[in-house]
């Protein structure tokens, strides 16, 4: 199994969401959707801008917080690594997944750890 950590943000690219999920297309779809009251709607953070897979969950959960303990700065960093134009990476996500019938992941990933980080 799969379990991701993620941010999203908002066209004004102000804030950035940290989460952890093992369902990360699912979860998407939720902010998107603003399924849930609090933060993410609260701000329309509704742009996936950086995701990375983990083979364990206790490796994911430990780099969320880690990543959640970064400076504004340190986070734009790391999802201009991957995602320059902070492109929102599930863009096409909608017109394909629909809760418990979406497709891989496979060609979305953009970032894969399989270990400690």
């Given at each position: 199994m799969a379990y991701w950590v993620y941010m999203?943000?908002?066209a004004?690219?102000?804030?950035i969401y940290t989460g952890f999920t093992g369902e990360?297309?699912?979860r998407v779809w939720q902010h998107k959707n603003k399924v849930e009251d609090g933060y993410t709607k609260k701000y329309n953070l509704v742009r996936l801008v950086y995701f990375e897979e983990h083979s364990y969950p206790d490796v994911g959960i430990d780099r969320e917080k880690e990543i959640k303990g970064?400076?504004?700065a340190?986070?734009?960093a790391l999802?201009?690594?991957?995602?320059?134009k902070w492109?929102?990476?599930a863009r096409d996500w909608g017109n394909q997944y629909k809760?418990?019938?979406?497709p891989s992941l496979a060609k979305y990933s953009a970032v894969k750890t399989h270990g400690p980080v």
């Amino acid at each position: 199994m799969a379990y991701w950590v993620y941010m999203m943000t908002n066209a004004s690219r102000h804030p950035i969401y940290t989460g952890f999920t093992g369902e990360l297309q699912e979860r998407v779809w939720q902010h998107k959707n603003k399924v849930e009251d609090g933060y993410t709607k609260k701000y329309n953070l509704v742009r996936l801008v950086y995701f990375e897979e983990h083979s364990y969950p206790d490796v994911g959960i430990d780099r969320e917080k880690e990543i959640k303990g970064w400076s504004r700065a340190k986070k734009a960093a790391l999802i201009e690594s991957v995602n320059p134009k902070w492109d929102d990476l599930a863009r096409d996500w909608g017109n394909q997944y629909k809760p418990n019938q979406g497709p891989s992941l496979a060609k979305y990933s953009a970032v894969k750890t399989h270990g400690p980080v």
